[in-house]
Nanobody, 115 residues
Framework: QVQLVESGGGLVQPGGSLRLSCAASGSIFSPDAMGWYRQAPGKQRELVARITSGDSTNYPDSVKGRFTISRDNAKNTVYLQMNSLKPEDTAVYYC?????????WGQGTQVTVSS
């Protein structure tokens, strides 16, 4: 079982930056992939960033060039650096862990982009 705890959300003005962290604990093996998803009110959860065990990354066009996912294996932590934030980035951001058929989610952290 893997537990994920996100942190780093908050209120930021348009154009600002935030860094989210996701700390993993439990019976951890090297995940196949970890990622960040977000869900805005009334919308479906969507992928924001993903990093595989081979350090391959992918992003949707909506965040490409603004968001960067990275990880620190020694700390079992994945980060999401978010720059040039826009009001449409406002959502609850969730961390995701995948190992074979095992999929774990964090509790989410709120990101609000507003002036």
């Amino acid at each position: 079982q893997v537990q994920l705890v996100e942190s780093g959300g908050g209120l930021v003005q348009p154009g600002g930056s935030l860094r989210l962290s996701c700390a993993a604990s439990g019976s951890i093996f090297s995940p196949d992939a970890m990622g960040w998803y977000r869900q805005a009110p009334g919308k479906q959860r969507e992928l924001v960033a993903r990093i595989t065990s081979g350090d391959s990354t992918n992003y949707p066009d909506s965040v490409k060039g603004r968001f960067t996912i990275s990880r620190d294996n020694a700390k079992n932590t994945v980060y999401l650096q978010m720059n040039s934030l826009k009001p449409e980035d406002t959502a609850v951001y969730y961390c995701n862990f995948v190992l074979g058929s095992i999929v774990s989610w964090g509790q989410g952290t709120q990101v609000t982009v507003s002036s």
